[in-house]
């Protein structure tokens, strides 16, 4: 029930009223304006990054004093503290003119915009609206002690810092964002595992040998092959630690087949996203008492007279610094450099403005630069690796495009095919750049897409089809025009495919894995163009995930773990091998750094 109510609000504004009449000059007057609201509980949305946020604003005696988020499809963790920080500002402060939040820019305007919109329901906008607040989610650093330093709050660092708590450690993450989860958090989260549980179930045979082939043959024979048999010996028995002690729900029937390896052997958690592994690792962290210092960013690592790694200086977002000592030791896991465009392209080239990139803002190479300056050796730098797939906008790795795993079949303005579909990630998004309009046109259908796990990611195509880069048509005809596709000779191509198709072989490309026909609606056609998506070269480390220098030899005190390093894929990355490498090395790094 409406509490009805009219305030009256003085908006003692200064007019200056100009008039054409003669003997009249300017005058000054003050003009009263009346506003009247109602308290009330009232709606609102605004897109966000991924759709739109929708509020129920209650407002009562001229106040804010409750704002309830109806419903939301951004992404947990990632934009968790736009939800924690912006909400409370706004009822605090009775403004809506708040920062946004670095890193969840996007949902904290949407966030906000709802907000808005409720209150402009209301009538009552522009009474809301002061001076800006600053919102502030910093965790304060201080000069402090702990056994063992994890830089970076993804993946490797998550997983370091519970094994050394494991082992006894006393931990501490530093995250130089608002949030954890770097990467690892917008990832697929699948994984390769030889032998493991859901092979069994499916009866797959596979081997530690074969993934060990795989995955050189992968890297064009350029990895450190002690690095990947490490990996190989331990990422099964790692798998199971992170379903049994991390606590991660994997689905026990269905294995991603990613391109190179030889049988489906990627591990597919829950809801086939990151947020899975990342909300799990966090949850054991927590569990753990492992505190994780937020928007502190590590700049330094500091050593001792014979060179060991004694510590870092860490920076808040104020700029105020603070040495950590590390008693044990540092694990660096701060990931790799595909956000900084400029070291991409320092160390390789070839990646020119045409490449977007898949990488969180934090992939920016500190750990790297910092392990540089004290003397540590780096690897392949230069093995910079694109996907092929990706929002031709933005830059996002489209998991919608998984479709092509399933069967969709890759198209070009001209509408015919121009790669194997399964190819290696460099070999496709090279093809693609060399295509009219420098991109590519995934197309399936009906058939393809019930078989596929796209399901999981309809906000995506929601969010694609909003903005033209996805068509869903009841023809081939149809779809081809929203993209101007030659429409003949993608009818043509097709009915060559289907019957490449029903003879089991791709007389064209030699597919190598889902032949399937394209023949029952609805067609969908998916706009893509490759973007930078992960960093092969890094920090050189040895099978103890130690840091090694120009010299061969290990630095004291210094551990590295995930795609801050290099040396484990060679020139290339299989899908599903960067998770596997993080949760290995990660496991490593930070047992060892506790001893
Ligand atoms: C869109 C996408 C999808 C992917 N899908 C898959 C997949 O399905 N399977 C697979 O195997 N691989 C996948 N990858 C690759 C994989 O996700 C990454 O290689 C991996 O997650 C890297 O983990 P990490 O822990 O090393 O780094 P990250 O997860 O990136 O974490 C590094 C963290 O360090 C922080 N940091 C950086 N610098 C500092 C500093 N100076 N001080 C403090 N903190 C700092 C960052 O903010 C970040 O939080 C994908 C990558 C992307 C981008």
Same mark, same amino acid.
């Given at each position: 029930?409406?509490?009805?109510?009219?305030?009256?609000?003085?908006?003692?504004?200064?007019?200056?009223?100009?008039?054409?009449?003669?003997?009249?000059?300017?005058?000054?007057? &003050?003009?009263?304006?009346?506003?009247?609201?109602?308290?009330?509980?009232?709606?609102?949305?605004?897109?966000?990054?991924?759709?739109?946020?929708?509020?129920?604003?209650?407002?009562?005696?001229?106040?804010?004093?409750?704002?309830?988020?109806?419903?939301?499809?951004?992404?947990?963790?990632?934009?968790?503290?736009?939800?924690?920080?912006?909400?409370?500002?706004?009822?605090?402060?009775?403004?809506?003119?708040?920062?946004?939040?670095?890193?969840?820019?996007?949902?904290?305007?949407?966030?906000?915009?709802?907000?808005?919109?409720?209150?402009?329901?209301?009538?009552?906008?522009?009474?809301?609206?002061?001076?800006?607040?600053?919102?502030?989610?910093?965790?304060?650093?201080?000069?402090?002690?702990?056994?063992?330093?994890?830089?970076?709050?993804?993946?490797?660092?998550?997983?370091?810092?519970?094994?050394?708590?494991?082992?006894?450690?006393?931990?501490?993450?530093?995250?130089?964002?608002?949030?954890?989860?770097?990467?690892?958090?917008?990832?697929?989260?699948?994984?390769?595992?030889?032998?493991?549980?859901?092979?069994?179930?499916?009866?797959?045979?596979?081997?530690?040998?074969?993934? &060990?082939?795989? %995955?050189?043959?992968?890297?064009?024979?350029?990895?450190?092959?002690?690095?990947?048999?490490?990996?190989?010996?331990?990422?099964?028995?790692?798998?199971?630690?992170?379903?049994?002690?991390?606590?991660?729900?994997?689905?026990?029937?269905?294995?991603?087949?990613?391109?190179?390896?030889?049988?489906?052997?990627?591990?597919?958690?829950?809801?086939?996203?990151?947020?899975?592994?990342?909300?799990?690792? =966090?949850?054991?962290?927590?569990?753990?008492?492992?505190?994780?210092?937020?928007?502190?960013?590590?700049?330094?690592?500091?050593?001792?007279?014979?060179?060991?790694?004694?510590? &870092?200086?860490?920076?808040?977002?104020?700029?105020?610094?603070?040495?950590?000592?590390?008693?044990?030791?540092?694990?660096?896991?701060?990931?790799?450099?595909?956000?900084?465009?400029?070291?991409?392209?320092?160390?390789?080239?070839?990646?020119?403005?045409?490449?977007?990139?898949?990488?969180?803002?934090?992939? %920016?190479?500190?750990?790297?630069?910092?392990?540089?300056?004290?003397?540590?050796?780096?690897?392949?730098?230069?093995?910079?690796?694109?996907?092929?797939?990706?929002?031709?906008? %933005?830059?996002?790795?489209?998991? &919608?495009?998984?479709?092509?795993?399933?069967?969709?079949?890759?198209?070009?303005?001209?509408?015919?095919?121009?790669?194997?579909?399964?190819?290696?990630?460099?070999?496709?998004?090279?093809?693609?750049?060399?295509?009219?309009?420098?991109?590519?046109?995934?197309?399936?259908?009906?058939?393809?897409?019930?078989?596929?796990?796209?399901?999981?990611?309809?906000?995506?195509?929601?969010?694609?089809?909003?903005?033209?880069?996805?068509?869903? =048509?009841?023809?081939?005809?149809?779809?081809?025009?929203?993209?101007?596709?030659?429409?003949?000779?993608?009818?043509?191509?097709?009915?060559?495919?289907?019957?490449?198709? +029903?003879?089991?072989?791709?007389?064209?490309?030699?597919? +190598?894995?889902?032949?399937?026909?394209?023949?029952?609606?609805?067609?969908?056609?998916?706009?893509?163009?490759?973007?930078?998506?992960? %960093?092969?070269?890094?920090?050189?480390?040895?099978?103890?995930?130690?840091?090694?220098?120009?010299?061969?030899?290990?630095?004291?005190?210094?551990?590295?773990?995930?795609?801050?390093?290099?040396?484990?894929?060679?020139?290339?990355?299989?899908?599903?091998?960067?998770?596997?490498?993080?949760?290995?090395?990660?496991?490593?790094?930070?047992?060892?750094?506790?001893?």
């Amino acid at each position: 029930m409406f509490k009805k109510r009219s305030l009256l609000l003085l908006m003692l504004s200064f007019v200056l009223l100009f008039t054409l009449s003669v003997g009249c000059g300017g005058d000054e007057e &003050v003009a009263e304006t009346e506003l009247s609201f109602e308290d009330g509980t009232y709606t609102g949305s605004s897109y966000g990054h991924n759709a739109d946020i929708e509020v129920e604003v209650t407002v009562e005696d001229e106040e804010i004093s409750d704002i309830e988020v109806l419903s939301h499809k951004e992404t947990e963790i990632l934009t968790d503290p736009a939800f924690e920080e912006i909400i409370p500002a706004i009822i605090e402060n009775n403004n809506t003119n708040v920062d946004t939040i670095s890193g969840a820019t996007l949902t904290s305007s949407g966030l906000i915009g709802a907000v808005e919109a409720a209150l402009e329901e209301a009538g009552a906008e522009d009474y809301f609206k002061g001076e800006v607040v600053e919102v502030d989610n910093a965790s304060e650093i201080s000069d402090s002690s702990y056994d063992v330093v994890v830089v970076g709050g993804g993946g490797a660092g998550l997983v370091s810092a519970i094994e050394a708590n494991a082992q006894g450690a006393d931990v501490v993450v530093l995250e130089k964002m608002p949030f954890i989860g770097g990467n690892t958090l917008v990832s697929g989260g699948e994984f390769n595992a030889p032998n493991s549980w859901v092979q069994d179930n499916l009866d797959i045979d596979d081997s530690v040998e074969q993934f &060990v082939e795989d %995955t050189l043959a992968g890297g064009d024979h350029e990895a450190d092959e002690d690095l990947v048999r490490t990996l190989a010996e331990n990422v099964t028995e790692d798998g199971e630690w992170m379903r049994d002690y991390v606590g991660v729900e994997f689905i026990d029937d269905y294995l991603m087949h990613f391109g190179g390896h030889e049988v489906a052997r990627a591990l597919y958690p829950v809801g086939g996203s990151g947020q899975e592994i990342i909300s799990s690792l =966090a949850e054991r962290a927590k569990a753990d008492d492992i505190p994780i210092k937020y928007n502190t960013e590590v700049t330094e690592l500091v050593t001792d007279e014979e060179g060991s790694v004694v510590g &870092v200086v860490a920076e808040d977002h104020k700029g105020e610094t603070a040495t950590i000592e590390a008693k044990d030791g540092v694990v660096l896991a701060s990931g790799g450099f595909g956000a900084n465009i400029d070291m991409t392209q320092e160390y390789n080239p070839e990646i020119d403005d045409r490449y977007n990139t898949t990488n969180q803002a934090g992939s %920016t190479g500190d750990g790297i630069l910092m392990a540089k300056e004290i003397g540590a050796d780096l690897v392949d730098m230069e093995f910079i690796q694109t996907y092929p797939a990706c929002d031709t906008q %933005t830059g996002h790795l489209s998991y &919608v495009a998984d479709t092509r795993f399933d069967g969709a079949i890759k198209v070009n303005k001209e509408g015919e095919r121009f790669v194997e579909e399964l190819e290696r990630r460099d070999v496709v998004s090279e093809a693609i750049l060399d295509q009219t309009d420098s991109v590519g046109y995934l197309m399936w259908d009906n058939h393809i897409k019930e078989n596929s796990n796209m399901d999981n990611y309809m906000t995506e195509f929601e969010d694609l089809k909003k903005r033209d880069q996805i068509v869903k =048509a009841d023809t081939i005809e149809e779809a081809a025009e929203f993209f101007d596709i030659d429409a003949e000779q993608l009818t043509e191509t097709i009915e060559q495919y289907n019957e490449y198709a +029903r003879q089991g072989e791709d007389e064209d490309f030699n597919r +190598r894995g889902a032949l399937l026909e394209l023949k029952e609606g609805p067609y969908y056609i998916q706009k893509i163009a490759p973007a930078i998506h992960h %960093t092969m070269g890094g920090i050189k480390i040895n099978e103890e995930a130690r840091v090694i220098d120009t010299d061969g030899e290990p630095i004291e005190g210094l551990y590295a773990a995930g795609e801050v390093t290099g040396g484990i894929h060679g020139a290339n990355r299989l899908g599903g091998n960067a998770i596997a490498d993080l949760i290995v090395f990660g496991r490593i790094a930070g047992g060892n750094a506790a001893k």
